[in-house]
Nanobody, 122 residues
Framework: QVQLVESGGGLVQPGGSLRLACVGSGSILSIRVMGWYRQLPGAQREFIASITSVGTTKYADSMKGRFTISRNNAKNTAYLEMNSLKPEDTAVYYC????????????????WGPGTQVTVSS
């Protein structure tokens, strides 16, 4: 079974940094693009950034400058480096990717991780 699992969340003080990781596991053949989203309390899930298998990145305008996405294709892992964190960054952070697997070699199945909680508070 193919899955994505996020890690690295937690409690951090304002101005601090965190590095989130999203690891894909299972019979993965390829992941063309991996993305990060977040969902603030009482709000809809919003796009943060994405990265393709060749390293092309895309950011939401509001996320540019403080957030950096990177990727290790060999490990099916994407990272999100978050700096100068603010209380308004408190949210559940999710990883998303369309995954081609041995079970579905002809279809990229959109897969979400369960999310990791990030709390920015003093």
């Amino acid at each position: 079974q193919v899955q994505l699992v996020e890690s690295g969340g937690g409690l951090v003080q304002p101005g601090g940094s965190l590095r989130l990781a999203c690891v894909g596991s299972g019979s993965i053949l390829s992941i063309r693009v991996m993305g990060w989203y977040r969902q603030l309390p009482g709000a809809q899930r919003e796009f943060i950034a994405s990265i393709t298998s060749v390293g092309t990145t895309k950011y939401a305008d509001s996320m540019k400058g403080r957030f950096t996405i990177s990727r290790n294709n060999a490990k099916n892992t994407a990272y999100l480096e978050m700096n100068s964190l603010k209380p308004e960054d408190t949210a559940v952070y999710y990883c998303n990717a369309p995954i081609i697997s041995r079970q579905n070699p002809n279809t990229a199945v959109v897969t979400w991780g369960p999310g990791t909680q990030v709390t920015v508070s003093s």
